[in-house]
């Protein structure tokens, strides 16, 4: 048995006819970047999350790039955001010269702890970046509640998190901007790297779109200092033809989490498996099925051993970085993060997965602890 972490190649292949003639359209066109496949594109993002504008843009990374830019976000600013994340989120504000200040997660849903967000909030709290971590909302009724009252723009990094929806609202407008990517690896993956914003505010809107080609509103003419930040017609002609799936193939993920979660406790794994939880309101889209385990690392290879795919995401937090040791964190400093990732294990969720496949990580999970 082989199960990696993902299968593309299996979510290609039904694919395939309709996708390589969607290329081939583009080459016959030789348009690249932007342009009439980009703008299509954007507007059926912007429908589908029910966002009055979408804009592309070259990756996850800079869709949070721009909207810190499109807030005004720079030297000597301060932006809130979770020490368990990808790099990319507290990445976009370092490059700024903007500072990160860390609030820690919560135990249970992996996101942004509201409850930590208002005693991190300083006279420079220039915005603030839940991120909604393996596929499910951080709690933005709470988050929104005190941004609201401080006024303090909501940025949320939604790169895991599309479909996602909390009490009926789609990630993406549940703040002031949503940031999505098109890395492979996500629940709308391109050929390549890819991203997109979302706002229902048109000044922001205007700001984005202009920032992404160097400012300029008219050729040559720049307004602001932007970056090159584009998103790719054959992107955006591929990644259109996924979009018609996403729903189904998150609906994949979640009947699967569902089939993991039964299976787990037929197995009697649960005072040895952490499974993750929803919060109520929330519907989750399993970018990653991820447990919390004891012997983390052990089981991992004994699972490598067994052709069971995992990945740990994300063994360092942010404040523990080596690019961040000027910030003067340690040890101790975010501990709930610090135990996620000691504790975290993401296993195999793609739709794709037959059932048999989910019983087989289990019993080699029930395997391994039946042997420690
Ligand atoms: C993937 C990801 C990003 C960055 O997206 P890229 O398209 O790879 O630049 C940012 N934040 C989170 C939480 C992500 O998972």
Redesign the pocket.
């Known amino acids: 048995m082989n199960i990696p972490l993902l299968d593309l190649k299996a979510q290609f292949q039904p694919l395939r006819t309709e996708i390589l003639a969607a290329v081939q359209t583009v080459c016959d066109e030789q348009g690249f970047v932007l342009g009439p496949r980009v703008v299509a594109f954007e507007e059926a993002i912007a429908k589908y999350i029910g966002a009055r504008y979408a804009i592309g843009c070259a990756?996850?990374?800079d869709a949070?790039l721009l909207s810190l830019m499109a807030m005004g976000v720079g030297q000597g600013d301060e932006v809130i955001t979770v020490p368990f994340?990808?790099f990319?989120?507290a990445g976009a504000i370092s490059r700024l010269g903007a500072k990160p200040v860390f609030v820690d997660i919560q135990q249970d849903s992996f996101n942004l702890d509201p409850l930590q967000f208002e005693r991190a909030i300083t006279s420079r709290t220039k915005a603030i970046i839940p991120?909604h971590?393996f596929g499910q909302c951080a709690d933005m009724a709470a988050i929104n509640r005190i941004a609201n009252t401080k006024r303090i723009p909501v940025i949320e990094?939604a790169?895991?998190a599309i479909g996602a929806a909390q009490n009926g609202t789609r990630a993406g407008v549940l703040g002031a901007t949503g940031c999505f990517?098109f890395?492979p690896s996500?629940n709308l993956g391109g050929f390549g790297?890819g991203?997109m914003i979302t706002t229902n505010d048109q000044s922001l809107a205007d700001s984005l779109s202009m920032l992404r080609v160097h400012g300029s509103r008219v050729r040559y003419l720049h307004d602001a200092i932007g970056i090159n930040s584009r998103l790719d017609a054959l992107q955006a002609a591929v990644l259109h033809i996924k979009l018609k799936y996403l729903d189904q193939w998150a609906e994949g993920r979640r009947r699967n989490a569902a089939k993991y979660e039964q299976l787990f406790k037929q197995a009697g794994l649960l005072d040895r498996v952490t499974l993750p939880t929803t919060h109520s309101g929330n519907f989750h889209v399993y970018n990653q099925y991820t447990i919390r385990v004891s012997k983390r690392d052990d089981l991992r290879a004994y699972l490598k051993d067994k052709g069971v795919g995992t990945e740990i995401y994300y063994p360092l937090p942010m404040h523990l970085q080596n690019c961040y040791k000027d910030l003067g964190h340690q040890k101790g400093s975010f501990p709930v993060s610090e135990q996620a990732a000691e504790q975290v294990l993401s296993l195999p969720i793609y739709a794709e997965l037959s059932e048999s496949h989910l019983t087989y990580v289990v019993e080699a999970i029930a395997d391994f602890y039946r042997r420690s």
Request: contains cysteine.
């Open positions: 990756s996850g990374s949070l994340t990808f990319a989120t991120v971590l990094d790169c895991q990517s890395f996500k790297d991203g």
